[in-house]
C-alpha cells in the first residue's frame, strides 16, 4: 500500500496580516515533516513562524470493509447460541442424572438391608432344621 505525501509550508506575519502565503512544501512520497520554525523580528515584533501541514493527514481514512464480516459475525453468533443452547441442555441431563442416581442409591441401600434381614431368616432356618435333624437322629437310635 502507497501514500502520497503532500505538504505545504504557510509563512504567518504577526505584524501584518495581509502578509500571510502558501507555498508548495513538497511532493515527495518520502517526504518528512518539516519542523517549526521561528523567526524573531526587531524588538520581538513582527515574530515569523513558519508551519507545515501534511495534507495526508487531512484526508478522510479509507477503511476498507470486508461485506462478508457482518455474514461471518451473524453465523458465528448463531453458532455460539446453538452451542450455549447444547451446553444449557447438557447441564440439564447431567442434573436429571445425578437425581437419578441418588434414588438408585437409596434403593440400592434398601434392598441391602432387605437382603440382610433374609440372610438372617436363612440362618434361623438352617439352624432349625439342623435342630430337627439332631432330633430325629436321636430319636433314629433309640
Known amino acids: 500500500m502507497s501514500s502520497r505525501v503532500t505538504q505545504k509550508s504557510y509563512k504567518v506575519s504577526t505584524s501584518d496580516p ?3 502565503s502558501s507555498h508548495p512544501f513538497t511532493n515527495a512520497p518520502d517526504a518528512h515533516i518539516s519542523s517549526a520554525l521561528s523567526q524573531v523580528g526587531l ?3 513582527g ?3 513558519a508551519v507545515s501541514v ?3 493527514l487531512l484526508n478522510p481514512l479509507k477503511l476498507e470493509v470486508d461485506p462478508n464480516i457482518q455474514a461471518v459475525r451473524t453465523q458465528e453468533k448463531e453458532q455460539i447460541k446453538s452451542v450455549n443452547n447444547n451446553f444449557a441442555s447438557f447441564i440439564d441431563k ?3 442424572l445425578e437425581q ?3 434414588i438408585l442409591e437409596t434403593k440400592w441401600s434398601l ?3 432387605q437382603n440382610t434381614a433374609r440372610s438372617n431368616i436363612d440362618k434361623m432356618f438352617e439352624s432349625y432344621i439342623n435342630n430337627l435333624q439332631r432330633q430325629l437322629d436321636t430319636l ?3
Open 18 to 20: 495581509r502578509a500571510f
Open 47 to 49: 515574530g515569523i513562524t
Open 111 to 113: 434392598l441391602e438391608q
Open 54 to 56: 501534511n495534507q495526508s
Open 43 to 45: 524588538g520581538g515584533m
Open 140 to 142: 433314629g437310635r433309640e
Open 100 to 102: 437419578q442416581n441418588k
Open 94 to 96: 447431567v442434573q436429571h
